[in-house]
């Protein structure tokens, strides 16, 4: 909770959970619980968590699944495609919670799991209010609308961008958008590799 206050870069995963059927492309997107402490009431990825001192994505990934969405740990395993990172510098505003104005360095290991359209995500803790089943379109006007907590709109736009959903021919500002999900961080960084 203190790194924002010391310039200490974080690390967290963000999964988006789809499915593609005959209804086209959806993506599994909750609503946080409208009394957390941070971005109540906002869109957010399937599922999106922090990293604890030692932990390696993939455990976050796992641990993660089973608390925001009761994924169980073989549906991931089978499931989760590691999809890269997005690093950034976000500016801390009053939803955050606590300090605002602070410059926040974060790197986020980025997962995309595909689902079988039988399996539906449900809260498993209290930090979301309901899971929602939305088209490409649905999520782009939330997006615009400002609905998304501001990282989660980064892991959304980054999926886009990987599968061609935003390209160089139908989105002008398509380099700036990829340079910016993709910041050098001028910080050290942890390593996540098992050695």
């Known amino acids: 909770c203190a790194s924002p206050l010391f310039g200490i870069v974080t690390y967290g995963v963000h999964i988006t959970c789809y499915v593609e059927d005959e209804n086209g492309l959806r993506f599994w997107v909750p609503r946080r619980s409208r009394t957390k402490q ?16 030692g932990e390696k994505p993939f455990e976050c990934v796992i641990r993660e699944a089973m608390e925001e969405a009761s ?5 991931i395993k089978a499931n989760a495609v590691p999809a890269g990172c997005v690093s950034y510098f976000y500016v801390r505003d009053r939803r955050a919670g606590g300090e605002s104005g602070l410059m926040q360095p974060e790197v ?12 539906i995500p449900k ?18 006007r939330a997006l615009v609308n400002g609905e998304f907590k501001p990282n989660c709109a980064m ?36 390593s996540h590799c098992r050695r």
């Open 155 to 190: 892991v959304f736009i980054d999926f886009f961008l990987r599968h061609g959903i935003l390209t160089p021919e139908n989105e002008p500002d398509y380099l700036e958008i990829m340079t910016r999900l993709h910041r050098r961080l001028e910080f050290p960084t942890a």
């Open 123 to 140: 809260p498993g803790d209290s930090e979301v209010e309901e899971f929602c089943l939305l088209t490409v379109e649905e999520t782009k």
């Open 38 to 53: 941070t971005y109540p009431g906002m869109l957010d990825n399937s599922v999106a968590g922090g990293m604890s001192t």
């Open 108 to 119: 986020e290991y980025v997962y995309d799991v595909k689902l079988d359209p039988s399996i």
């Open 71 to 75: 994924l169980p740990e073989d549906v």
